[in-house]
């Protein structure tokens, strides 16, 4: 008998899986998964981003969900693969509320993995491509109204005379994203930024900053970066494309502007915010806020005995901007992940003696090396298959975080082969390496704490030819007047100090302007419960409190980094904009917070 093809593979799967489901046959659906199976699904049938593990937890969800989703229309698109006994294809569906795509992975004739991700709400599709606005009015009118007029019009009054739906507390990256996507939408939003400009979250960082990722991997909805744009983004003209951007998506977007408080009436469902902007007292009324101040929260201040003591400058690398002012002077750089390294590597530029302070183990890899094994589907060559930044983002999101480890532990044992000769070169100068506690490298630690890697952009060559100094095996004891005194006894003079020491969760904005009460409520931000240091349990199977339903009503979070932020602001916007438009939306599950 001829072996069936990956795609009629795939097509009887997904029949099965569709008759099962139509026919509210639950312990069918469920049979067609192995047993260590996993479901993804970004809102279609759970209103929220969660992952459920287990052919038991598969059934419980689908007997929660599947009445009010009424599944159908599955179908696959273009031709299945196969790849050492594992066939993917990707497929279509709708819902009762949405359409949706997603991707399977099967093995051995059942599913091993399953994603579902939204794609439109029925009725209130994006009005893009062929459905685009028309934008003008092809008749004579004295009343016309023109585009810049309606733009004028809708500034003066938004936030003033008429009430947002949504406020965006945060206009850097992840915000701006949101607001184009909830523009588009055509969700009432305001956007409010600190900052003079947008952009200047970028513009207002250390001089020598650029972002580490390559640029496939970091553009923005809507309106991709074109061709000649350099691999690698400076900062400030990440800075002018994202003010570009706030004009050209038409953004409600106020700088200047500082949120002073808010508050959540129950009864009303709407929040009361105040927020000063440019000097002035106004009080909106949104009924949703998202906290879109990028993936930490305040910045992390570590207790430093003696600081009283110390008569040099001691600083936070968020109060950072150049190292022109320590020209010819001693600096200590406490931190060895990201920003400590950028901060040394600005300092050393500007002529500044300066010496890195380790207080942990750090994941080091060249960029070079991470541009050619670990971006693999976001490059030029990617696109040449035909693998857009769109399809990529569904790739990344449709394997579940539980299986992301084993990949990234195959992908360290490939660059810790390759670049063997660095690594000890690295290690002989004094810094300590290390690649997660389960060797899972930089991308585990980025989802897991966020904190203790770097992407070596250069700064690793001055650690190893002794231009940038290392302390690093030795905790600090207190400051003194001139300088670090260590548990061994050393000391190292410095006039002044750098603490690269993060950021706390985001929901300690919440505490600053909601309440302690609520900000405990909605717990942490970020993290997958993995266990390890700085990622305390349990399990959540997805990052704690992002991008979907809080413990707190009408509260949000949004950020990541370029690449997330795109990917997850649409899911973000589309449960909003359910909300905006009276479609039920049932949430399945709890919220991840701190009782949990």
């Not at 430093?304 to 200590?332: M, N, T, W």
């Not at 750090?362 to 990617?382: H, N, P, R, W, Y």
């Not at 030819?465 to 302390?471: A, E, Q, S």
């Amino acid at each position: 008998m001829l072996e069936m093809s990956p795609s009629k593979q795939a097509a009887a799967w997904l029949g099965s899986f569709s008759h099962a489901l139509e026919s509210g046959d639950v312990p069918a659906a469920s049979n067609l998964f192995v047993d260590d199976c996993y479901w993804r699904d970004l809102l279609t049938f759970t209103w929220t981003v969660t992952t459920v593990e287990g052919r038991e937890a598969i059934a419980d969800m689908l007997k929660s969900t599947l009445a009010t989703t009424k599944p159908a229309a599955w179908q696959l698109t273009g031709e299945a693969t196969s790849d050492e006994g594992t066939i993917e294809a990707w497929f279509t569906f709708e819902t009762a509320a949405a359409t949706g795509q997603g991707i399977m992975r099967l093995r051995d004739g059942r599913c091993r993995t399953l994603f579902t991700a939204m794609t439109d709400l029925k009725g209130f599709e994006e009005r893009r491509g062929a459905a685009r606005p028309l934008g003008v009015r092809h008749k004579a009118d004295p009343e016309r109204e023109t585009w810049s007029e309606a733009r004028a019009r809708e500034a003066r009054e938004l936030g003033v005379t008429e009430q947002p739906y949504c406020l965006v507390i945060g206009g850097g990256q992840g915000g701006i994203m949101l607001g184009a996507r909830l523009r588009q939408l055509g969700v009432p939003t305001i956007v409010i930024e600190k900052n003079a400009r947008p952009g200047d979250s970028w513009r207002n960082r250390y001089r020598t900053l650029v972002l580490h990722d390559p640029v496939w991997y970091d553009h923005l909805p809507y309106i991709p970066f074109p061709d000649n744009w350099p691999v690698f983004t400076p900062k400030d003209k990440m800075g002018d494309w994202l003010e570009m951007y706030t004009r050209v998506m038409e953004l409600n977007y106020w700088v200047a502007t500082r949120c002073l408080s808010a508050s959540y009436d129950e009864a009303e469902k709407e929040w009361t915010v105040v927020v000063d902007r440019v000097g002035q007292r106004i009080t909106l009324k949104p009924k949703h806020i998202v906290f879109a101040t990028g993936a930490y929260g305040p910045p992390r201040n570590i207790d430093l005995p003696g600081s009283d003591q110390f008569k040099g400058e001691l600083l936070h690398s968020s109060q950072y901007a150049s190292g022109e002012k320590f020209r010819g002077k001693k600096v200590a750089v406490i931190g060895a992940a990201s920003s400590g390294h950028d901060v040394c590597v600005d300092l050393w530029e500007s002529g500044a003696d300066v010496t890195m302070i380790q207080r942990s183990p750090t994941t080091v890899v060249k960029s070079d090396t991470l541009m050619q094994v670990g971006f693999e589907i976001f490059s030029e060559e990617a696109l040449a298959r035909g693998i857009t930044t769109e399809k990529a983002d569904m790739i990344v999101a449709a394997t579940p975080f539980a299986l992301v480890p084993k990949g990234q532990r195959a992908l360290y044992d490939v660059i810790r082969a390759r670049d063997a000769e660095f690594y000890e070169r690295l290690a002989a100068s004094g810094f300590a390496l290390d690649f997660g506690d389960d060797e899972t490298g930089l991308l585990m630690k980025a989802y897991r704490t966020g904190s203790g890697y770097y992407i070596d952009v250069g700064a690793s060559d001055l650690i190893i030819d002794g231009k940038v100094g290392i302390r690093s095996g030795v905790a600090i004891k207190s400051l003194t007047a001139k300088g670090i005194l260590f548990e061994d006894g050393s000391e190292l003079e410095a006039d002044a100090i750098v603490a690269c020491t993060g950021y706390q969760s985001m929901n300690e904005n919440v505490a600053a302007l909601v309440s302690r009460e609520v900000a405990d409520k909605v717990g942490p931000c970020w993290g997958l419960g993995s266990g390890v240091r700085g990622d305390p349990g349990p399990w959540q199977g997805e990052l704690r409190n992002m991008w979907k339903p809080t413990a707190q009503e009408a509260l949000w979070f949004h950020g990541g980094n370029l690449a997330l932020s795109r990917f997850y602001s649409k899911y973000v916007a589309l449960q909003i904009k359910a909300r905006m438009e009276g479609i039920e939306t049932p949430v399945y599950g709890a919220p991840s917070n701190a009782r949990r």
